[in-house]
């Protein structure tokens, strides 16, 4: 009732707001502009829905987040470039709602955004293909994309016949639902870092694959 005629499946997260600090709601869309757009009053309090950006035909958001705190911001694509800026307001911007926001990403024709991420720079990310392989990798390997615009690749993260669409960092658990009915909640902490593990605890089939991956904050560490 509260969320009016909006189709399910067109929620792409649910977030939660410290009032006690600025919160800055993060957006990435499918063409690579991202945007970061205060949490200001009047919209914490309304009890209307509101619309902080005008998308084109075609382009939809693919990922957001809640930051109020200096972190880093990392962006997966389908073919596994990594991307890395600064979050704090002296390296991106904050956007009206009326903006079309910053283009951070110039993918390569048969490329696509898959996801994004905020982490420490202490920290690691997990990223996650649609067959089910896992790849973990330190914040301080990934270039920071202000000086390699063309993003970060590892030659371990080469895919065949499948493409990433999801990334993670620590502290957050990954729930797994796969086109055949299954699903596991999965733990970052599990993986080491420069690993590669395929979820064998599935067991998935030939032609099997994740259909909706959900990452969760681990209030408990």
Known sequence: KILGNIDNKEIVNFHYLNKEKENYLCTLNSDGQFKKVLFDEDMIKSNRVFSIAKLKNNIKIIDSFITNEEKSLIILTSIGRLFKYDLSNKFLNISSKQSQGILLVKLLPTEKIASCC???PDQSVTLVSLKGKFFKLKIDKIYDSKDSKLGYLDERFHLKNDQFIKI???????DIETNKNKSARFNSDTINSGSR???DFL????DEYLENCFSLDNFLN
Do not use: G, M
Not at 168 to 174: A, E, G, K, V
Not at 203 to 206: D, I, T, V
């Open 118 to 120: 905020k982490c420490n």
């Open 168 to 174: 993670f960092s620590d502290n957050q658990y990954l």
């Open 203 to 206: 067991k998935l089939e030939k």
């Open 197 to 199: 593990n395929n979820i």
